[in-house]
């Protein structure tokens, strides 16, 4: 029991180390020194969250810690969970954010500044989920906002486009901290008290309208900071902008708590609700997976489109969440709990193979300067561990057997289709559209990750820039290989989570049910007759493998050596790099399929030749896929914004009069509102 | 001992007649077409001279190309094993979810797809890419015809969906089941890659999509891959007889209901071959930005077949 | 003391306390409102002098001095110094209008009339919000509560309506002691350091501002603030 209190501690020490230590330091101990604090506090919080997950608790408030309100911490096994897996992300990618800033002088992530921070956001990272009331959450959320924001901002020297992007961030993060402030208000003023043990008991005496407006504002905080649609739009700018060790912690960390949030606070605090909430919160889900996907098809940014593949992640989670949500409400806790696992194995997944996914990222841009995929290729050659890793990054994202994606894709497919059981024609319609948009995610997201790896790091580089790389320093491929090993095990192995998956489900109210269980290789369903077993499928594949190989070259035996021989080019010469197939046009077909959905835009400018209009000089030929949700929904809200702003500007007429007035007048008016009204 | 002599022999009758399949398409093709054919034993007189070619490796490629095909082989012997056509109380029958049928089928072609990419021509790129865009649209109507499936039998379990469909043959026939046949068998048309949805004989490059990704390929690799096609084409085809005319599969640890089952077996994936054999012969390609519209309708399909199952179905005693 | 006595003394110095802020919407020339503004911080002296004796505390009664050394004091003071350095600069220079420009207030805003009339409305709008403050504990200096919060809208009415960057250093300074006389007669007073600290910040303000009114004359000629309208966007 003693263990959390102390993981957490020492966590909380490092951490806070941490910031003197980034400020100080010379830069040639900085990077090393805060790498080390940084893993250290996710290897402290990861164990505190181990140990949660093992079935212990913790509980403590410290008074006179914040002013008004005090602090409080609990951990039960959904924290845990959360901590376990944010504990885990961070110590890899501190080992490999050491690597990364090794040699890079001290700019970007290098900077003083930036080092600082770090170990603060990561810190953050493990403290969110054991915040227990309304105003620690709150701190440490807008902490977390904060330190991200730092870190986005680290290269702000570089590029130009850093500023816009964090601009975005900012805006939105704080966005969705009011609404979170909003309903979370409300929620501790009509619960009459503000930790979480007086908001859970106030919440049945609640009417359901107020339980339904702190749900819809605190949900769409969460999913806002999932990166879900609609409030997405700062995923895909922030994530490609920041270094990609920040990159990997936002989206395999920091997302998630975005998940937990919701989970939190929809199931254990308020305890359920009617099936419009679940259903609105599987509609975002269901959206952002399937938009996300789509975009992500589209993107030739390699970090934008990982980026949107976050999106589409959590888009699934979310809608696993959703569905708990309406079976808990029809009465079926059992299934409740078997999607809720589903959903949480994924966020799981989600952060091994993105972390993963974003790191090999990280070691491209690093070693080429790029992060075009139409500008990289032939990696493979140069690069071999790096693409390695990225493809056993990029099995778990299209979910797809041996992958550790698979695992939690299949148990999320399984609950929705024997979610049939639970009666209601709502669910009837809504189940097998979920199944629908679960597949068409997967199937999409299996064509974005042919495009990443077969375009990215395949046949020959199409640029000098990409013929140039070298293998990424030492410390980076440990910090991903960490990963890999991750990724691994949970594809293997899953169920090695099984217990603590059982314990985080019952810490949110679906007590009494075993959804995961089994030894650590399989995943059988009591309540459901239907069984995976990876380490079978791995175990078949490579010996089919084997004995297909060896039949191969029995068969062939009089032929002993391999030949070379040219690329069939049609006759006319060799085939040069630049006529491969690039990101954008293998994304092509897509495009067009989804065309009323993207709404390309395209450009086309021919400059005619001055003595005649027949005669073409110059053609510049433009394609662009715009996120068409930002141009719809966010376009007209920013343009009235401005509008009324450019308005009130009459209000600043310079007079210093007017001015003196608006306070009177305000003062007065109020006055008089507070005398009517008693 | 009876269910691993029903793999055996269900694997053993998978490799030898795959070959032998194609060839008896073809055959039935060229009799309806008024040519004489080439022999039912042409495949494998193909699959033997390829072997016995020089092994080739392009310059440029990699690791993805020179082990696709094997893999391709690989998942589709898999495959074999899993997928109930000789019997459904085997050693395995615990493992042969119908989800993870069909997601070692895009393993496949995911396999091939990045090879197609590896080769970095213009050729490779378009096959890979128009095959992964099919892949991507197929995989809704799949999933919700095994939804759809799956309803009746309360499992997405093979071995026990094609019991209960032995067992209970009145679910075949009803407007659910006979919506799911028909998605279903959309569905494996594109993924085997067969007319309408692609032209496994074409010569136009330009109208090449699984093709294209492997005409890189020859000699023994070619081999493999012409193998691994013609294993996912009999693999799928025995799935669909599995699924939706299940008579005659031995149920219980008795070898001679075992050996009955496989003649049975070979019998159905014969005629199931030969009618989409004939079938082709009147079908054309379609051009391949109206796959999508014959797609979305199969989704449709699966999709009303599961609104039916729930709707009718719990006229008839609940849904599960 | 006797209740009588205490509530008699009580209310005339509140009494003289409003006329003062009144008297100050009247006036015209800087001089006097200055010297209005010395009466009202002897005023204010005097309110905490009687809390103080009615309840024995000694600590009240060296308040009072203290508020009556700065607000009748050191304060006019300061001010009647920024004054005459004007008045000064004008005799020295050419022009020789009988009284100086600048210790007149132009014409303010709202005239005096519908200034006087304001002030009433203001008064009857204090009265109406400290009801049910005055309700809660009604004791003489309680009852007396509604002038400071009239005194607070009566300087801030000032502070918008006059043109003269000095005169609405007055209306700032009303408004303060508007502020310090509520506090004294709703709560006896405040703790000893708040009342430092804000006396601190009072003063440190009028320094400030009296600088800035010399550095605005002499860039721009006038203190007129009006004048300084071009400083838009």
């Known amino acids: 029991m003693s263990l959390i209190p102390a993981a957490l501690a020492t966590a909380t020490a490092l951490g806070v180390a941490g910031v003197p230590a980034g400020l100080i330091l010379p830069q040639r101990v900085r990077g090393a020194l805060v790498g080390s604090l940084t893993a250290g506090v996710g290897v402290a919080g990861g164990t505190a969250g181990v140990a949660a997950l093992g079935g212990g608790r913790f509980s403590a408030s410290a008074p006179g810690l914040l002013p008004l309100a005090g602090a409080h911490f609990a951990v039960d096994a959904l924290s845990g969970l959360f901590m376990a897996v944010a504990g885990a992300v961070v110590a890899a990618v501190a080992v490999y954010g050491i690597g990364y800033v090794a040699g890079h002088g001290s700019h970007g992530l290098g900077s003083r500044g930036a080092q600082a921070v770090l170990p603060l956001f990561a810190l953050t990272l493990l403290l969110v989920p054991a915040a227990a009331a309304v105003s620690t959450f709150l701190l440490l959320w807008e902490l977390m906002a904060l330190t991200s924001l730092l870190l986005v901002l680290a290269e702000h020297r570089a ?342 998956l059982d314990r985080a489900v019952a810490a949110v109210g679906f007590a009494g049910m075993h959804p995961v269980s089994g030894g650590g290789l399989r995943v059988r369903l009591d309540e459901v007759s239907a069984s995976l077993s990876p380490l079978w499928v791995v175990v078949a594949l490579t010996v089919a493998l084997g004995a297909v190989t060896a039949a191969t070259r029995w068969a062939s035996r009089r032929q002993r050596r391999r030949m070379n021989a040219r690329l069939w080019d049609c006759g006319g010469g060799a085939p040069t790099p630049r006529m491969a197939y690039t990101a954008t046009s293998f994304a092509e077909p897509l495009q067009r399929v989804f065309d009323d959905v993207l709404a390309p835009e395209q450009d086309v400018d021919v400059t005619p030749v001055r003595e005649s209009a027949y005669l073409v000089e110059r053609v510049a030929f433009r394609n662009r896929v715009p996120d068409r949700i930002e141009h719809r929904l966010y376009r007209p809200v920013l343009d009235f914004l401005a509008a009324a702003g450019q308005s009130a500007r009459r209000l600043a007429g310079g007079s210093v009069h007017a001015y003196l007035g608006y306070g009177f007048f305000g003062l007065v008016a109020l006055l008089v509102v507070l005398v009517v009204g008693w | 001992m009876v269910g691993y002599t029903a793999i055996v022999l269900q694997v053993g009758a998978v490799v030898a007649g795959a070959p032998l399949l194609t060839g008896l398409m073809r055959q039935t093709r060229a009799r309806l077409e008024g040519r004489a054919g080439a022999g039912v034993l042409q495949p494998w007189r193909d699959v033997r001279k390829l072997l016995r070619k020089e092994p080739i490796t392009p310059v440029g490629t990699g690791p993805a190309f020179r082990w696709a095909p094997p893999l391709l082989v690989a998942t589709s012997l898999v495959l074999a094993v899993l997928v109930p056509l000789v019997s459904t109380d085997t050693p395995v029958r615990a493992r042969a979810d119908l989800i993870l049928v069909v997601s070692l089928l895009a393993l496949g072609t995911l396999a091939l797809a990045l090879a197609g990419l590896d080769t970095g021509t213009a050729f490779g790129g378009m096959g890979a890419s128009r095959e992964m865009t099919i892949a991507a649209l197929v995989e809704p109507t799949i999933l919700v015809a095994v939804f759809a499936l799956s309803i009746p039998a309360g499992s997405t379990n093979l071995p026990v969906i094609v019991a209960g469909a032995a067992d209970q043959p009145a679910r075949l026939t009803s407007p659910a089941g006979l919506l799911a046949i028909a998605a279903l068998a959309v569905a494996v048309l594109a993924e085997s890659g067969r007319l309408p949805v692609d032209n496994p004989s074409t010569h136009l490059e330009l109208t090449m999509v699984h093709e294209a990704m492997v005409l890189e390929y020859a000699g023994p690799d070619l081999a493999l891959v012409e193998f691994g096609a013609q294993l996912r084409l009999t693999v799928l085809l025995g799935l669909l007889a599995s699924l939706f005319a299940p008579w005659g599969i031995a149920t219980g640890a008795s070898l001679t209901a075992v050996l009955l089952a496989l003649l049975l077996v070979v019998l159905k994936v014969m005629v199931l071959g030969m009618a989409l054999a004939a079938a082709e012969v009147f079908w054309a390609k379609l051009r391949l930005f109206r796959v999508p519209e014959l797609l979305a309708g199969s989704f449709l399909l699966a999709l009303l077949a599961v609104t039916a199952s729930y709707f009718l179905g719990a006229e008839g005693g609940g849904a599960r | 003391m006797s209740e009588s006595l205490f509530t008699q003394l009580l209310d005339l110095a509140c009494g003289a306390f409003l006329l003062a802020a009144v008297v100050v919407l009247w006036r015209r020339e800087l001089a006097a409102i200055v010297r209005l503004f010395a009466l009202q911080g002897v005023a204010l002296a005097v309110i905490a002098l009687l809390l103080g004796l009615h309840e024995d505390r000694w600590g009240l009664l060296v308040v009072a001095v203290g508020i009556g050394a700065l607000r009748a004091g050191l304060l006019p003071y300061l001010i009647r110094r920024a004054l005459a350095a004007f008045v000064a600069e004008r005799d020295g220079g050419l022009t020789r209008h009988g009284g100086s420009e600048e210790a007149r207030e132009t014409q303010p805003l709202v005239n005096v009339a519908a200034s006087l009339l304001t002030a009433a409305a203001l008064t009857l709008l204090a009265y109406a919000v400290a009801r049910p403050l005055v309700e809660l504990d009604p004791t003489p200096a309680t009852r007396a509560l509604p002038v400071g919060l009239a005194v607070v809208l009566i300087g801030f009415f000032v502070l918008v309506t006059r043109r003269r960057a000095l005169a609405q250093v007055v209306g700032f300074l009303l408004l303060d002691n508007g502020i310090t006389a509520t506090a004294f007669l709703a709560a006896s007073g405040v703790p000893l350091i708040v009342e430092l600290g804000v006396s601190f910040d009072v003063l440190l303000a009028v320094l400030v501002l009296q600088l800035l009114t010399v550095r605005v004359r002499e860039a721009f000629g006038t203190t007129d603030i009006d004048d300084l309208r071009e400083l838009h966007d």
């Open chain 1, 159 to 500: 590029r130009p486009a850093v500023r816009e992007a964090a601009v975005w961030y900012a805006v939105m993060t704080h966005l969705g901290l009011v609404l979170l402030l909003a309903g979370l208000s409300v929620y501790a003023a009509q619960a009459g008290g503000e930790t979480f043990a007086a908001l859970r008991s106030g919440s049945g005496a609640m009417s359901p309208t107020v339980r339904g407006l702190v749900f819809v504002l605190t949900a769409t905080a969460f999913t806002s900071k999932a990166g879900l649609v609609p409030l997405h739009a700062w995923l895909p700018r922030a994530h490609p902008e920041a270094p990609s060790a920040v990159s990997a912690l936002m989206s395999a960390a920091m997302v998630n708590l975005g998940v937990y949030g919701l989970v939190r606070v929809g199931f254990d605090l308020l305890g359920g609700g009617p099936a419009w909430w679940w259903l609105l919160v599987m509609a975002m889900g269901g959206l952002s997976a399937v938009y996300g996907i789509l975009q992500a098809a589209m993107a030739s940014d390699l970090k934008r489109l990982l980026a949107y593949s976050t999106s589409e992640n959590m888009g699934l989670v979310v809608l696993g969440v959703g569905a708990a949500g309406l079976f808990a409400h029809a009465g079926d806790k059992a299934l409740a709990g078997l999607v809720l696992a589903a959903a949480l194995l994924h966020v799981v997944n989600h952060s091994a193979f993105k972390s993963l996914l974003f790191g090999a990222a990280g070691s491209v841009l690093r070693a080429t300067g790029e992060r075009n995929l139409d500008l990289l290729g032939g990696l493979r050659a140069r690069m071999p561990i790096t693409a390695g890793l990225f493809a056993l990054g990029a099995l778990g994202a299209v979910a797809l057997p041996p992958g550790n994606g698979f695992v939690s894709e299949w148990l999320l497919l399984q609950s929705m289709i024997h979610g049939l059981a639970v009666p209601g024609v709502t669910t009837a319609i809504v189940l097998p559209l979920a199944v629908a948009v679960i597949a068409l995610s997967a199937g999409l997201a299996a064509a974005v990750f042919v495009k990443a790896l077969g375009v990215g790091f395949f046949a020959r580089p199409r640029t000098a820039q990409a013929a140039a790389a070298q293998e990424s320093p030492l410390l980076m491929l440990a910090g991903m290989a960490l990963l890999a090993a991750l990724c691994t095990a949970l594809a293997l192995v899953p169920g090695l989570l099984g217990d603590g």
